[in-house]
């Protein structure tokens, strides 16, 4: 047996043909929005992609900032985005743990549908690297189930195949000095198994 999961371009996004042409819409629709609301605050100089995948939303951050990185650990995942984003900057990492660029270094960092795959202290180490790298007055988006009640498979084999839907009250109480300074419901396509699949969070400066 394998000791982890090897994630796949039709586990992060589980509809194919027209839902996901649709879904992929949405998601974009809505990262320019935060991406917008952020750029109130000051110019997004560099933005980073923690857990990229194949690249489906790292474009949209390029829209704002002019150095936009990707951050991913798996191969083929990350091959993948590199064929099809070929301009990018596109890192593959053992760990979205340990990211290898500097403190303070982004004004905007972005989590799409990540954490909610690992368990708690693996998130909250991540969580702790985003504060490492982002800039004072800088700006984090999460994009993450929040319904408590959400758990599937065990976290103490979480590489295997884990979620885990958390509050944002407990992302907040993780990234002081930040605050959620806007939440909405993610949206996707209509007749999804699931109403809830998660929410927008924008943390900003107190």
């Not at 758990?151 to 605050?179: F, I």
């Amino acid at each position: 047996m394998s000791d982890r999961k090897v994630w796949t371009p039709s586990d992060v996004v589980d509809v194919s043909g027209p839902p996901a042409l649709l879904r992929n819409y949405l998601e974009q629709r809505d990262v320019r929005h935060f991406l917008q609301w952020a750029a109130r605050t000051g110019p997004l100089l560099r933005a980073y992609d923690i857990g990229c995948g194949f690249g489906r939303l790292t474009p949209v951050l390029a829209e704002a900032a002019p150095t936009v990185i990707g951050f991913e650990r798996e191969v083929s995942l990350i091959d993948t985005a590199r064929r099809l984003l070929p301009s990018f900057e596109l890192v593959h990492v053992e760990s979205l743990e340990s990211p290898p660029v500097d403190d303070a270094s982004a004004q905007f960092v972005m989590s799409f549908t990540v954490l909610q795959h690992m368990p708690d202290e693996r998130a909250g180490a991540v969580l702790g690297e985003i504060l490492r790298v982002l800039a004072p007055g800088g700006h984090v988006l999460l994009v993450e189930e929040t319904d408590p009640a959400l758990e599937a498979g065990d976290p103490a084999h979480a590489d295997l195949g884990y979620t885990r839907g958390r509050s944002w009250n407990w992302y907040e109480q993780r990234l002081p000095p930040l605050r959620l300074a806007v939440a909405r419901p993610r949206e996707i396509e209509p007749g999804y198994v699931r109403k809830d699949v998660g929410t927008y969070m924008l943390f900003g400066p107190a």
